[in-house]
């Protein structure tokens, strides 16, 4: 895991010291949303080793386990629609809508 860090820093590093506005701007975009997908599954899998420091949550272990394996799986496509701008504009507008059931 420390390597996917180390590569991502270095994606950043390359981004801040070029003059390419638009292509480092795509790049650090790209490199967000991997980050963002990366750091969720990091805090899923520390929940994991801390919960099993204590015996007496075993369902907890269990239920942060399954966690682990779902979340950045369901997180995935929200997190790249997000990057995309017209799915942006989509989400936003869903979101703002006040509709009232009858």
Known sequence: MGSIALTYAKITAVCLTRK???LNSKAL???STHLAVYLVM???G???IIL???P???DYRKLSALLFHIIPGLL???IYAVQSTEMRHVMIKL???KKVMP
Request: proline share 4%.
């Open 52 to 54: 099993h420091r204590f």
């Open 46 to 48: 520390l929940l994991i």
């Open 95 to 97: 979101l703002h809508t």
């Open 20 to 22: 390419n506005k638009s």
């Open 29 to 31: 975009k790209t490199c």
């Open 56 to 58: 007496g949550y075993a």
């Open 42 to 44: 990091l805090l899923s």
């Open 76 to 78: 995935n496509p929200v």
